[in-house]
Structures are given as C-alpha cells and as structure tokens.
C-alpha cells in the first residue's frame, strides 16, 4: 500500500512538472433567462399576513422579541433592494411596485401556492407588464440567549467590578421569490434565501442588555434590501475564476512559450505552440494541440478551443484533453442556452 502511494505521488508530482497552471475569467450565463419580449414588469408583495394568519403572525414577533413593522419594513426594503437593480438593468423599459394590490399570506413562514396563470395573464394585462416579480414570502425568527459577563462600569467610586449579563440575540431573516410570465406558463423561477445574523450585548439586567441591540433593526433592514439586489442578480451573467493547467515540458519552445505565457504574452506563447503541431514525436504534438485549445479559450474562441482539444485527445492519447472537452462542452453548453 505505502509503496503504491508513493507510485501515485511520483506520477502527480511528474505531470505538474510538465504543466503551470493559469487563472482565467470567464462569463457564465445568468441562472435566470426572461423572454427576450419582457421588457416592462411589476413588483407584487405576498408576504402580508392575511386576517387569520396575522394573530399567529404577531405570536410569533412577541415569542421571538421581534419588532410589530419589522417582517413588514423587512419585505419592502427586499422589494426596494429590487426595484432598484432591475432599474439599473437596461433591458426593461419600465419598473412598478404593484403596491395597490392586495395579496395576503395564506401561511406564515413558508412559500404560499404559486398564482394560477389566469391569474397572471390578468394582473400583468390590467398593469401593463410583460411580467411580475413576486415576494412570496418574508419572515424573520430571532432566538434569544443570556449568560453572564463580567464588566467595570465606570462609578463615582470609580470602576467597580459588576457581573452583568451578556444577550445573545441570533435573527434568521428568509425571503423567497416567484418570477410569473403570461409568456411561459407556471412559474418562470423561484428560490429561497436565508442569511443569519448575530448580536451581542452587554447590561446589568436583561431589559438593559435588550436595550443595547440599538442597531439591529438597521442591520435586518439593510440584509433586507441587500437580498432584494442578489435576486436581481440572478438575471445578469456572471464572471468566475477558473484554473486551467498547459504544458510547459517538450522542447525549448515549449520552455520559451512557457516564459512567454508568464508574462502574459499569450499570443506569442501561441505561436511557438503552433510550430509544433506538427511534431514527428506523437507527445509534442498531442501537447501542442492541447496547449492551442488554451490559447483559443483565452481568446474567447470555444468552438476552436474545443476542436484543438479532441484533436490532442483523440489522435494523440494526450489524456488531460479528455477533461478539458467536457470542461469546454459544458462551457458551449451553458453559453448556447435560450
């Protein structure tokens, strides 16, 4: 067993030595895509507690030491968050909070049934949207904790050594989101969010150290708003960092592009790649093949990257190109979707 560890080891450390490796940015579609026709939307709020949902709503908010306005002040800072991104997007021609419409929560705390497609039809037809962004659901759970903490408060004595309390107060803030469209029928996306937050405070008696949580109904606010932007975000491509590895190890232009390459001289690295090509020996060859399909996705050129990559896999054996096809099929994949 130690013996074939130590065979695995020798080969992982042979191949990086033949390799670097690069960072490179790259665009992946946004998770959301919208008709390329919507182009004027509304913002709805289901997240009001109805009638019979409200008692238990405020049982809830006395249980968990909530504030009365603030899963109403939280929800309306998410659509804010919201409204504000999707005006910055430059795809819609308008942007409402759909504010006079009165849709309540069936349930406390969880997604309530989507809305049917007549439904839809109708509200985007009577506002004049191409579709409506829904809050289907804002709630925020606090859970309350108290220990002792030893403290100095400054006296006419002096500072005189107290055991006060410490107040723990951790508040779970969850929102979900509905996109509806009378172009595609059911829903258009959905997800959940849920981010937590935690305070700490300090006072001689629970009232006290309650009291000294001044800033936690801004912060819950501001977590609020920041939750309605990364919806929003869901709509626009974004860029991730990924690592490629090319090789280095072969011949002296292997060795020079490898320099050329470190200094970002990618497209002069790329020319001493393409000389050989034509290697009569089958592994110089499979590399340079291989190392063209990087230089063809630093470029941007998917299509080429991948043809050079299964031309060094598949006439050369060279077996990391194997991996870079399904890397470079998943990144067409994802740039080709509707």
């Known amino acids: 067993m130690r013996g074939l560890l130590i065979c695995l080891f020798c080969?992982?450390?042979?191949?990086?030595?033949?390799?670097n490796e690069l960072y490179l940015n790259v665009t992946r579609p946004s998770p959301v895509t919208l008709p390329s026709g919507i182009k004027k939307v509304?913002?709805?709020n289901r997240s009001i507690p109805t009638d019979e949902t409200s008692i238990v709503d405020a049982l809830d908010r006395i249980l968990t030491l909530e504030g009365a306005d603030l899963d109403?002040?939280?929800?309306?800072?998410?659509?804010?968050?919201?409204?504000?991104e999707l005006r910055a997007n430059e795809r819609f021609s308008e942007v409402k909070e759909l504010k006079d419409i009165n849709f309540r929560a069936s349930r406390v705390g969880v997604l309530p049934p989507p809305l049917s497609q007549g439904l839809v039809d109708s509200l985007c037809n009577e506002t004049g949207t191409d579709a409506l962004f829904s809050l289907e659901r804002f709630d925020t759970d606090t859970r309350v904790g108290f220990g002792k903490s030893p403290g100095n408060p400054e006296t006419a004595l002096?500072?005189?050594?107290?055991?006060?309390?410490?107040?723990?107060?951790?508040?779970?803030?969850?929102?979900?989101?509905?996109?509806?469209?009378?172009a595609v029928a059911g829903v258009l996306d959905e997800i959940a969010f849920a981010e937590s937050l935690?305070?700490?405070a300090n006072g001689l008696n629970p009232v006290a150290a309650v009291e000294a949580l001044t800033g936690r109904k801004n912060?819950?606010?501001?977590?609020?708003?920041?939750?309605?932007?990364?919806?929003?975000?869901?709509?626009l491509p974004y860029r991730l960092r990924v690592t490629r590895d090319y090789f280095v190890k072969g011949t002296d232009n292997f060795?020079?592009?490898?320099?050329k390459a470190?200094?970002?001289?990618?497209?002069?690295?790329?020319?001493?790649?393409?000389?050989?090509?034509?290697?009569?020996?089958?592994?110089?060859?499979?590399?340079?093949?291989?190392?063209m399909a990087i230089i063809n996705e630093i470029n941007g050129s998917l299509d080429d990257a991948l043809g050079w990559a299964q031309k060094s896999y598949e006439d050369y054996g060279i077996r990391p190109a194997l991996k870079y096809i399904r890397i470079l099929e998943d990144r067409k994949a994802g740039d080709e979707q509707p």
């Not at 109403?72 to 504000?84: F, K, P, Q, V, Y």
């Not at 060795?255 to 320099?259: Q, T, Y």
């Not at 001289?265 to 190392?291: F, T, V």
Request: aromatic share 8%; charged share 25%; proline share 3%.
């Open 198 to 200: 935690v305070f700490t």
């Open 72 to 84: 109403r002040d939280g929800a309306w800072e998410s659509i804010a968050g919201l409204t504000a």
């Open 11 to 19: 080969a992982a450390l042979l191949i990086s030595c033949k390799t």
């Open 255 to 259: 060795k020079i592009a490898g320099r």
């Open 262 to 291: 470190q200094t970002g001289k990618w497209d002069e690295a790329g020319s001493l790649w393409e000389k050989e090509i034509s290697n009569p020996k089958m592994k110089i060859a499979g590399r340079a093949c291989y190392n």
């Open 42 to 44: 509304g913002i709805i």
């Open 219 to 235: 912060a819950i606010r501001e977590v609020s708003r920041n939750a309605g932007h990364t919806y929003a975000m869901r709509l």
């Open 158 to 182: 002096g500072k005189i050594p107290l055991r006060g309390l410490e107040v723990s107060m951790e508040t779970i803030i969850k929102s979900g989101w509905r996109i509806y469209t009378p």
